[in-house]
């Protein structure tokens, strides 16, 4: 079996601890020596995601730090996430905001999501942590790669997704259209469930790692993660900027093996118009305290300013180029 069932015990605890010990940090973080507070300096808004979301609990920590040290006073925006940020600051409605970048690609290009609705206005800020596609089979699964799922029924992620344009142009550039599966479009919740009946064979899903669907699902059920073959992910890097080669290793979830794959990141946004001064300030209050970021956010530890100047989507404003430059 991939994962034992006493350590899919402990694995539980263990998650549950963190998730409770998440919550306190929470509450300790925002109320005590990060707390928000009045300043006199500029005031911003930052569009994130769902109050329940990992966007909008790392945007308070990010903005608790920026204010503290850079003297502004920032307003959280709860929102549905990178669409709805990218078209609030495209409109003026927030200065900064969290983004994939393979939805800010497909804003700045009028496609996919954006295809009628070509966005501008909007520049990077800096790369902030990675994003994974995992596509998950049942341990059991006959399908031994992502090849092998032509015939199968296979969740792609809602219509619209980003986790739906990346399921697609994964499936194509292993030879798989949609004609050639039955395609559910659900996200990960409803296709751990089909697949727990046995109604789906295989899920895409786009998250940081470790996943907390996945790690949900591990707790009662068995699964392998498919490999990417190297021509699809090579094929994959040079035709979408977005995408980066990745590795889910086995300890990730206790399977088998490592599995190849491929991640896109995600972004710190901003308006254009903003002054140079303005961000290049913002940036220095959080990258030179981001030891409280790490102590407050797991993914705060993965933030380091050589790879928050990598993104290959987008500009970066002027006021990120002096600062990281």
Known sequence: MALQRHQSD?????FMLKKSSALLLAVLFLFCGCSKTQNSGEQYRFATGSTSGTYYTFGNYMAAIWDKYADCDTEILSTTGSVENLNMLADGDADFGIAQNDILYYALNGKEMFAEKKLKGISVVAALYAKTVQVVVPAESEVTAIGG?????VAVGESGTATEAAARAILEAHGISY???TVKYQNFSEASDAMAK???DAAFVVSALPSAGVLDYIETHDIRLLSMTSVASAELTEGYPFFSYATVTADVYGTDISCATLSIETLLVCRSDLSGDEVENVLAGLFENLDELASAHVKGSEINAETAYSSKVGTYHNGAKRYFG
């Open 198 to 200: 046995g109604t789906v």
């Open 149 to 153: 799922l032509a015939g199968k029924i």
């Open 10 to 14: 402990t694995r539980g605890v263990i």
């Open 179 to 181: 004609d050639d599966i």
